[in-house]
């Protein structure tokens, strides 16, 4: 007996039980638009940071850099007019408080040349002139790191800007651009500091930063340069040039991630270039108005005016400011060594694979309802 196309319709596995619908029991996945955020949130904020964090140095970095931030918070904060440090500290019962740095002319005999842990109102005691030596410290800290900020983050975004476009364009570009660096390059830095800052008398903590490495990008951008030219020939490189990709968007995708380790520790050799020549500024009295508004300052009235190194029981004045000196900069040396493995694609494709895993793991624990 001939079927007839009414009869076969219902059984007929092209169709969904004669209504038309191909594959109407399939289930159709679509990527909504918050999964997409959260994969990408994943893969460049939370990947990121735990291949980062699993190095004890970074651990230690951040902890030493948020100790800074935070204390530069508060007399942020104080500057502004809210005193939550010191009303936190008279809740407390602590006889110190954060005082802003003034002029030495007018403090009390009783405040002077009181030595550590002697009075508490002073826990590390004062100067021969009587200014108080741990308000000093972090009156100081907000200044400094809006300085390392900005030195860093200029001289870092200049090279790299420069590096990139020159290596990868060529021809013209390549040339103009060259010939800026090694105009650059011939100027010796700190004098050129030296001569701008007398000449603007900067008071500004990111004017300073800037001032400090305004030519410290030149040699990273030249080296930068070279990397480049070799990267430009590479297989993917050329595949990505091929298909029309854009020069911004393949420096962005193909270039860059290469670069980023030499990038991120030329950032903090331009970070601690900043510290340390902001307080060779200070010292040398280039900077500053004659308060303890800075480290160096600080250093400068330890040796040069209370004979810190050979007048016994002053050593307290010199070490003070030396240790948040040299604690940021052991930070930024172990910032920079620990995120390298952020950039390392076996570690990586390791936490990649990792990552995978423990996805797998949880549906086959939790399989969808």
Request: proline letters at 5%; aromatic letters at 8%; hydrophobic letters at 45%.
């Given at each position: 007996?001939?079927?007839?196309?009414?009869?076969?319709?219902d059984?007929?596995?092209?169709?969904?039980?004669?209504?038309?619908?191909?594959?109407?029991?399939?289930?159709?996945?679509?990527?909504?638009?918050r999964?997409?955020?959260?994969?990408?949130?994943?893969?460049?904020?939370?990947?990121?940071?735990?291949?980062?964090?699993?190095?004890?140095?970074?651990?230690?970095?951040?902890?030493?850099?948020?100790?800074?931030?935070?204390?530069?918070l508060?007399?942020?904060?104080?500057?502004?007019?809210?005193?939550?440090?010191?009303?936190?500290?008279?809740?407390?019962?602590?006889?110190?408080?954060?005082?802003?740095?003034?002029?030495?002319?007018?403090?009390?005999?009783?405040?002077?040349?009181?030595?550590?842990?002697?009075?508490?109102?002073?826990?590390?005691?004062?100067?021969?002139?009587?200014?108080?030596?741990?308000?000093a410290?972090?009156?100081?800290?907000?200044?400094?790191?809006?300085?390392?900020?900005?030195?860093?983050?200029?001289?870092?975004a200049?090279?790299?800007?420069?590096?990139?476009?020159?290596?990868?364009?060529?021809?013209?570009?390549?040339?103009?651009?060259?010939?800026?660096?090694?105009?650059?390059?011939?100027?010796?830095?700190?004098?050129?500091?030296?001569?701008?800052?007398?000449?603007?008398?900067?008071?500004?903590?990111?004017?300073?930063?800037?001032?400090?490495?305004?030519?410290?990008?030149?040699?990273?951008?030249?080296?930068?340069?070279?990397?480049?030219?070799?990267?430009?020939?590479?297989?993917?490189?050329?595949?990505?040039?091929?298909?029309?990709?854009?020069?911004?968007?393949?420096?962005?995708?193909?270039?860059?991630?290469?670069?980023?380790?030499?990038?991120?520790?030329?950032?903090?050799?331009?970070?601690?270039?900043?510290?340390?020549?902001?307080?060779?500024?200070?010292?040398?009295?280039?900077?500053?108005?004659?308060?303890?508004?800075?480290?160096?300052?600080?250093?400068?009235?330890?040796?040069?005016?209370?004979?810190?190194?050979?007048?016994?029981?002053?050593?307290?004045?010199l070490?003070?400011?030396m240790?948040?000196?040299?604690?940021?900069?052991?930070a930024?040396?172990?910032?920079?060594q620990g995120?390298?493995?952020?950039?390392?694609?076996?570690?990586?494709?390791?936490?990649?694979?990792?990552?995978?895993?423990?996805?797998?793991?949880?549906?086959?624990?939790?399989?969808?309802?």
């Amino acid at each position: 007996m001939k079927r007839t196309d009414d009869d076969a319709g219902d059984d007929d596995p092209r169709t969904d039980g004669g209504t038309g619908e191909m594959f109407g029991d399939s289930e159709i996945t679509a990527v909504t638009r918050r999964q997409r955020a959260r994969e990408t949130f994943d893969e460049s904020v939370i990947a990121p940071f735990k291949v980062a964090w699993a190095d004890w140095r970074t651990k230690v970095a951040l902890l030493i850099l948020g100790g800074f931030v935070a204390t530069a918070l508060l007399v942020w904060l104080h500057q502004a007019g809210y005193t939550l440090l010191n009303d936190a500290l008279r809740l407390f019962g602590s006889p110190w408080e954060l005082e802003a740095p003034r002029s030495p002319v007018g403090i009390t005999d009783e405040r002077r040349s009181v030595r550590p842990f002697e009075n508490w109102q002073y826990p590390l005691g004062t100067f021969d002139n009587g200014v108080d030596i741990l308000s000093a410290l972090l009156w100081a800290t907000p200044s400094m790191l809006q300085m390392v900020l900005a030195g860093g983050v200029f001289s870092t975004a200049m090279a790299t800007a420069v590096g990139t476009v020159s290596g990868y364009k060529g021809g013209t570009v390549e040339s103009v651009l060259n010939t800026i660096v090694d105009i650059a390059m011939s100027i010796p830095g700190l004098p050129l500091v030296v001569v701008l800052v007398a000449i603007i008398r900067p008071s500004s903590p990111y004017v300073i930063g800037v001032l400090i490495t305004i030519n410290v990008w030149a040699g990273l951008a030249r080296t930068i340069h070279s990397q480049v030219l070799s990267l430009r020939e590479q297989s993917y490189v050329e595949a990505s040039r091929t298909m029309g990709i854009s020069t911004p968007q393949i420096i962005r995708t193909d270039i860059l991630p290469n670069l980023m380790p030499y990038i991120t520790v030329n950032f903090v050799y331009a970070a601690r270039r900043v510290v340390y020549d902001s307080i060779a500024l200070y010292y040398l009295g280039l900077l500053g108005g004659g308060m303890a508004e800075n480290w160096g300052v600080m250093l400068d009235w330890a040796y040069n005016l209370y004979n810190a190194l050979t007048v016994s029981g002053k050593a307290y004045m010199l070490l003070a400011p030396m240790v948040p000196i040299v604690a940021l900069s052991m930070a930024l040396i172990l910032l920079s060594q620990g995120t390298d493995r952020l950039f390392n694609p076996r570690v990586r494709t390791r936490h990649a694979g990792e990552t995978v895993q423990e996805d797998d793991t949880d549906r086959e624990v939790n399989p969808p309802a």
